[in-house]
């Protein structure tokens, strides 16, 4: 920043809006020459731009007029606790020397940086963010004025430019949008100063890319997609004055499906939860220990329920008779691929926690990440035979970026869940109240428990589940089923689409049809009928001549239908 300006005394600079110099220069001299260097009633009243201010140059006391300019290195601003270079240029001196002063950002309380010297350059570090007087006096060799001139400048200090340590993408809806409607894209980062923040989308094969914002402060943009598929959303941030391409960046993928599903159509409707039930539980038991086998599964067994067993697979035995697979700090015995798939066989979910247990947000080696979450899949259908339609993370601890890389290979992700057992809720009037709370609510509740030995994680004894397992199958009104039946039964209801093809008195035809991957998404959805008079009978069929069983609650009919199923006619009387 170079600044070189004369000024008569007494005369306000051209052109200058604001800025006024009230007394004649020989009173600045006497002012200034008080100890606490009060510069009062000549500082500048209001910022020009509200960055730099050129200030004072005022007449020269010698019989040669003398001018002084200031070169401020960096150029525009400075940062805290980064050094400042004040550099004096001057002409028409004689072996002229150098008197530095800086001001608070009041302009109330002076520092002498360094007296008078030959030396026209000095360094300044400050130490706090403002804009800050600097002044130069300049006088020749031999005079024993005061100072023959002197010259001003406003430097802004900022703080320091701290890098952005972190990027955090929401995107709402969450877990994954439709075809047509807008999606919220929002960066929430961490450390920095002054962030902005560049949006980037790309088609679902990445070769194609979008720019859906250049750098700005906004930390919000909508996008609307146009088509189906995983497409990849970037955000980079960079600090306001970085002249990088970016400081930091961050990714996910975001599946977009088709337009939603009609879930109501005339009389017909798509319940909530399989079997119009007011509410859904999923008890998952993470870490796959031993005794989730011989004490968690058999409670569930003897009410017909079936749970989701999130398997840790880098330490899963192969054989039930097989030893511990050694763990550092592991005192709890993981069950084996015997054992897992004897409950897969009877209607447990196996679902995926990791190859090793790691805590994957704080990995950087993308084949590490990989592994823990593609590898633990690979290993899981290798020795079950599927492919695990849940994912739950370690520790619960996750970002967007990972929701990406999950959902290429897994349908859900277990989320939104609590503790039962050890750290949670242990009491069984508790467990039961939660419950109370979800049915009242009409919400899907996710229990989640560990071990059942004293001596393991997250401690919950047998009894106490068992006696919580029964007061839940006597309410009869909420569907107790795994995590994965029931994030498949809400999307596909999400996308399903419902069409009444003929309706009479006591006669209908409807057809229901999803989108969604049949050989992934192929439960039947509840329909409901509603007839408007009291039903004794009811028949539903195919049009293929296949019967579907029907359910009668007074004046509704409750029918369970594959999506795909073809035309179904449902007679009532």
């Given at each position: 920043?170079?600044?070189?300006?004369?000024?008569?005394?007494?005369?306000?600079?051209?052109?200058?809006?604001?800025?006024?110099?009230?007394?004649?220069?020989?009173?600045?001299?006497?002012?200034?020459?008080?100890?606490?260097?009060?510069?009062?009633?000549?500082?500048?009243?209001?910022?020009?731009?509200?960055?730099?201010?050129?200030?004072?140059?005022?007449?020269?006391?010698?019989?040669?007029?003398?001018?002084?300019?200031?070169?401020?290195?960096?150029?525009?601003?400075?940062?805290?606790?980064?050094?400042?270079?004040?550099?004096?240029?001057?002409?028409?001196?004689?072996?002229?020397?150098?008197?530095?002063?800086?001001?608070?950002?009041?302009?109330?309380?002076?520092?002498?940086?360094?007296?008078?010297?030959?030396?026209?350059?000095?360094?300044?570090?400050?130490?706090?963010?403002?804009?800050?007087?600097?002044?130069?006096?300049?006088?020749?060799?031999?005079?024993?004025?005061?100072?023959?001139?002197?010259?001003?400048?406003?430097?802004?200090?900022?703080?320091?430019?701290?890098?952005?340590?972190?990027?955090?993408?929401?995107?709402?809806?969450?877990?994954?949008?439709?075809?047509?409607?807008?999606?919220?894209?929002?960066?929430?980062?961490?450390?920095?100063?002054?962030?902005?923040?560049?949006?980037?989308?790309?088609?679902?094969?990445?070769?194609?890319?979008?720019?859906?914002?250049?750098?700005?402060?906004?930390?919000?943009?909508?996008?609307?997609?146009?088509?189906?598929?995983?497409?990849?959303?970037?955000?980079?941030?960079?600090?306001?004055?970085?002249?990088?391409?970016?400081?930091?960046?961050?990714?996910?993928?975001?599946?977009?499906?088709?337009?939603?599903?009609?879930?109501?159509?005339?009389?017909?409707?798509?319940?909530?939860?399989?079997?119009?039930?007011?509410?859904?539980?999923?008890?998952?038991?993470?870490?796959?220990?031993?005794?989730?086998?011989?004490?968690?599964?058999?409670?569930?067994?003897?009410?017909?329920?079936?749970?989701?067993?999130?398997?840790?697979?880098?330490?899963?035995?192969?054989?039930?008779?097989?030893?511990?697979?050694?763990?550092?700090?592991?005192?709890?015995?993981?069950?084996?691929?015997?054992?897992?798939?004897?409950?897969?066989?009877?209607?447990?979910?196996?679902?995926?926690?990791?190859?090793?247990?790691?805590?994957?947000?704080?990995?950087?080696?993308?084949?590490?990440?990989?592994?823990?979450?593609?590898?633990?899949?690979?290993?899981?259908?290798?020795?079950?035979?599927?492919?695990?339609?849940?994912?739950?993370y370690p520790y619960n601890d996750h970002n967007p970026?990972?929701?990406?890389?999950?959902?290429?290979?897994?349908?859900?992700?277990?989320?939104?869940?609590?503790?039962?057992?050890?750290?949670?809720?242990?009491?069984?009037?508790?467990?039961?109240?939660?419950?109370?709370?979800?049915?009242?609510?009409?919400?899907?509740?996710?229990?989640?428990?560990?071990?059942?030995?004293?001596?393991?994680?997250?401690?919950?004894?047998?009894?106490?589940?068992?006696?919580?397992?029964?007061?839940?199958?006597?309410?009869?009104?909420?569907?107790?089923?795994?995590?994965?039946?029931?994030?498949?039964?809400?999307?596909?209801?999400?996308?399903?689409?419902?069409?009444?093809?003929?309706?009479?008195?006591?006669?209908?035809?409807?057809?229901?049809?999803?989108?969604?991957?049949?050989?992934?998404?192929?439960d039947p959805l509840t329909i409901a009928i509603t007839?408007?008079?009291?039903?004794?009978?009811?028949?539903?069929?195919?049009?293929?001549?296949?019967?579907?069983?029907?359910?009668?609650?007074?004046?509704?009919?409750?029918?369970?239908?594959?999506?795909?199923?073809?035309?179904?006619?449902?007679?009532?009387?």
């Amino acid at each position: 920043m170079l600044v070189n300006l004369i000024i008569a005394q007494g005369e306000k600079p051209p052109g200058i809006s604001g800025m006024f110099f009230a007394n004649p220069s020989d009173r600045i001299a006497d002012r200034l020459q008080e100890d606490s260097m009060r510069f009062d009633r000549y500082r500048v009243t209001s910022l020009v731009n509200l960055v730099l201010l050129v200030g004072v140059l005022l007449p020269a006391r010698c019989a040669t007029s003398i001018a002084v300019s200031l070169v401020i290195t960096p150029g525009n601003f400075g940062l805290v606790n980064q050094p400042v270079t004040v550099q004096a240029q001057t002409t028409n001196a004689v072996n002229p020397t150098f008197q530095f002063w800086v001001g608070d950002p009041t302009a109330n309380y002076w520092t002498l940086l360094r007296d008078y010297a030959s030396t026209s350059t000095i360094t300044w570090t400050p130490t706090a963010a403002g804009v800050f007087p600097l002044v130069v006096r300049v006088r020749n060799a031999g005079s024993t004025q005061l100072y023959d001139v002197q010259n001003n400048v406003f430097f802004p200090i900022n703080p320091i430019a701290a890098p952005i340590t972190g990027l955090n993408i929401i995107v709402a809806p969450g877990a994954s949008g439709l075809v047509n409607q807008a999606v919220s894209v929002t960066v929430q980062p961490t450390g920095g100063y002054n962030p902005v923040f560049q949006f980037w989308v790309g088609d679902p094969s990445a070769t194609y890319w979008t720019l859906l914002q250049d750098y700005s402060s906004n930390t919000r943009i909508s996008w609307t997609p146009t088509a189906v598929g995983a497409f990849p959303i970037v955000v980079r941030a960079r600090n306001v004055d970085s002249s990088r391409l970016y400081d930091l960046q961050n990714n996910l993928y975001y599946p977009v499906n088709s337009a939603t599903g009609s879930t109501a159509v005339g009389p017909l409707s798509i319940t909530k939860y399989h079997g119009n039930k007011l509410a859904a539980i999923s008890y998952t038991f993470d870490d796959g220990m031993q005794s989730q086998i011989n004490y968690g599964a058999p409670a569930l067994d003897a009410f017909g329920f079936h749970g989701t067993f999130n398997v840790i697979a880098g330490f899963t035995r192969q054989l039930d008779t097989d030893p511990q697979v050694p763990v550092q700090n592991n005192i709890e015995l993981k069950g084996s691929w015997q054992g897992w798939a004897r409950l897969a066989t009877a209607g447990h979910e196996i679902g995926n926690h990791s190859y090793y247990h790691l805590d994957l947000p704080t990995l950087t080696d993308p084949l590490l990440i990989d592994r823990e979450i593609n590898g633990s899949a690979a290993l899981i259908l290798a020795k079950l035979k599927q492919s695990p339609f849940t994912f739950a993370y370690p520790y619960n601890d996750h970002n967007p970026y990972l929701d990406g890389l999950v959902l290429q290979h897994h349908q859900a992700i277990r989320l939104n869940m609590t503790q039962f057992g050890a750290g949670g809720i242990s009491a069984v009037a508790d467990m039961n109240a939660a419950v109370d709370n979800a049915i009242k609510q009409g919400s899907w509740y996710v229990p989640q428990l560990h071990g059942f030995l004293p001596n393991e994680y997250g401690y919950l004894s047998p009894t106490l589940l068992q006696q919580h397992l029964s007061y839940v199958a006597a309410r009869n009104d909420v569907w107790v089923e795994s995590y994965g039946k029931v994030s498949r039964y809400q999307q596909e209801r999400q996308q399903a689409q419902l069409e009444l093809d003929a309706l009479s008195a006591s006669t209908l035809t409807f057809v229901l049809t999803c989108p969604l991957n049949a050989a992934l998404f192929h439960d039947p959805l509840t329909i409901a009928i509603t007839t408007g008079q009291q039903v004794t009978n009811a028949t539903a069929q195919t049009a293929n001549g296949a019967t579907l069983a029907t359910t009668i609650a007074a004046k509704t009919i409750l029918i369970d239908v594959a999506p795909g199923s073809g035309a179904v006619t449902v007679k009532w009387q």
